[in-house]
């Protein structure tokens, strides 16, 4: 039977998640750069042909997809940045992705996106605006599996999709809990989303006696090496093994539900390697910048190796019978049972691991995986690339499990042995507390390496407390749907800093900062 599937867009599919277990937990049993456009470019091996198969193109179109995107890329960047709050999305269109298209709420964008060589499109709602009624939604409908079981912001659209079994049950709750009808599509589907489980992305590797999972990408932290994963694979503390059934590595880290990450350190016998399996070679893992929506990308898994795609939504939540796992990216890549935690890339790219999926790799899916910066992110992980270790090139929201803060940072609320928090008596009248200890030129993320929400507009307060003789600085920073925004910044050359911002509903955290100087610090804040 032939594996090539058509890509077609809302279709509906019986999602499963990427690794065996008896409950079906996803486990089984034993971006590129302008240099691309130039003639000498040549893809990642293996691409074109996944690309040719998957997507029914020809050669010469998948080259010129591959092209088309890199060359227009930065050219969203720009645009991205130039609009700012009145950025609604982007994606590619056409079959070689040889449009660009930028939506704004603002028809006076028209001439400069046209003038940046995209199609401009003008829409009603921001993409901010999109990801604040999708977390409505998500804070209405987790519990309710059949009344929503996936939802995702659809930019081409303007709209939240909510994908449900039951379309009048799914349109009454919705419709009680105040969002607005006009900015939420409901549409009949059959998915019903479970894991799909089953140092080279895509390789398998075992944990316990009978579950099998897929490697997403080498990583390090600190000195110890490790790989990333799906979190369903294994909790912390489990062990796993090669498939030769040797000794790897322990999970350090693993989250599941609400996200769907984990992290493996393994032993010295294991070498973490900046590459990514195609079944008949490796491809190299440049960075991981993060792709644009229908963008070309490949998924790598240990059940059916090497296929692509594009990327549809991202911001997807998935209900599954374990629990609701929020902020994955949606693709029409195929998976099966066992490919679970293996690796998503465009180009040289890093992008996610895999987490479920729905279909097969005979009649297509649609699967989705957890972005990879935000594991880093979370973790205080290091990507292993071409050049070395990479950083996360943005930071989405995520959650640090206790116990994880990145190399070389003290737990918030903590302080180093011999150390004394500084006076907090600048710092009156603010309820919540967090202590850490900054060395020179090193940055922090609080609260706890993570960030809040607020789900009304109002005042932001945080006044940093540090010793003198140093020069620490305070930023607030949101999220935008993508990345985050620094929208406050307090950057005297004293130890003390203070903000106050008014601003919309949505997450923030603040960026600690050592200009200069090493010492410990109170952050005292308060949130609308």
Not at 19 to 28: C, G, W, Y
């Amino acid at each position: 039977m032939s594996r090539r599937h058509v890509v077609t867009t809302g279709c509906v599919l019986a999602i499963t998640a990427l690794a065996l277990t008896p409950v079906q937990v996803a486990a089984r049993s034993r971006p590129a750069d302008a240099s691309m456009a130039r003639p000498a470019w040549k893809p990642p091996p293996g691409m074109i042909e996944a690309l040719q198969r998957d997507l029914s193109l020809s050669k010469e179109q998948a080259q010129a997809r591959l092209i088309n995107e890199a060359r227009l890329a930065p050219v969203e960047a720009k645009l991205r940045s130039l609009l700012g709050d009145r950025f609604a999305g982007s994606w590619f269109a056409g079959t070689i992705a040889q449009n660009l298209v930028v939506a704004t709420t603002d028809s006076s964008d028209i001439p400069q996106i046209t003038a940046a060589g995209a199609r401009a499109e003008v829409v009603t709602r921001s993409l901010a605006d999109l990801v604040g009624i999708k977390k409505h939604i998500d804070g209405t409908l987790p519990t309710r599996r059949q009344a929503g079981t996936v939802r995702y912001v659809d930019v081409r659209t303007n709209k939240v999709v909510v994908l449900s079994k039951e379309v009048a049950q799914a349109t009454n709750v919705l419709e009680s809990s105040g969002v607005d009808p006009v900015a939420v599509k409901v549409e009949a589907s059959e998915e019903t989303p479970q894991l799909l489980d089953d140092i080279v992305g895509g390789i398998p590797y075992y944990i316990g006696t009978s579950e099998r999972c897929s490697i997403g990408f080498s990583v390090t932290h600190g000195s110890q090496n490790g790989f990333v994963s799906a979190g369903h694979c294994g909790k912390k503390g489990e062990t796993t093994s090669s498939t030769s059934w040797s000794p790897q590595g322990v999970f350090e880290g693993s989250t599941f539900p609400g996200s769907d990450y984990s992290w493996v350190a393994v032993n010295a016998n294991w070498t973490p390697k900046p590459e990514v399996s195609n079944g008949s070679g490796t491809v190299s893992v440049v960075g991981s910048r993060a792709a644009i929506e229908g963008a070309s990308v490949c998924r790598s898994g240990s059940t059916t190796g090497w296929h692509c795609g594009t990327i549809q939504q991202r911001d997807t939540s998935i209900t599954y019978p374990q629990g609701t796992v929020y902020e994955l990216v949606r693709t029409n890549v195929c998976a099966e049972p066992g490919d679970s935690g293996g690796s998503f890339i465009s180009v040289d790219q890093a992008q996610g691991v895999t987490s479920g999926g729905s279909g097969n790799c005979t009649k297509g899916g649609v699967t989705y995986f957890q972005p990879v910066n935000e594991i880093l992110t979370v973790y205080g992980l290091s990507l292993v690339t071409t050049t070395g270790t990479t950083p996360p090139s943005t930071t989405p929201p995520g959650t640090t499990p206790p116990g994880t803060t990145p190399p070389g940072t003290t737990p918030p609320g903590t302080t180093p042995p011999g150390t004394t928090p500084p006076s907090t008596g600048a710092c009156t009248g603010l309820p919540k507390n967090v202590t850490g200890t900054l060395n020179n030129g090193q940055i922090v993320y609080q609260p706890s390496n993570r960030n809040y929400r607020t789900t009304v507009a109002g005042l932001h307060s945080g006044c940093l407390d540090a010793r003198e003789g140093v020069d620490f600085d305070l930023f607030l920073e949101r999220w935008n749907g993508r990345s985050w925004n620094t929208v406050a910044v307090s950057d005297s050359p004293n130890p003390d800093e203070r903000i106050d911002y008014t601003g919309a509903a949505g997450y923030y955290r603040y960026r600690v900062v050592s200009a200069s100087g090493s010492g410990p610090y109170t952050l005292k804040y308060k949130t609308p």
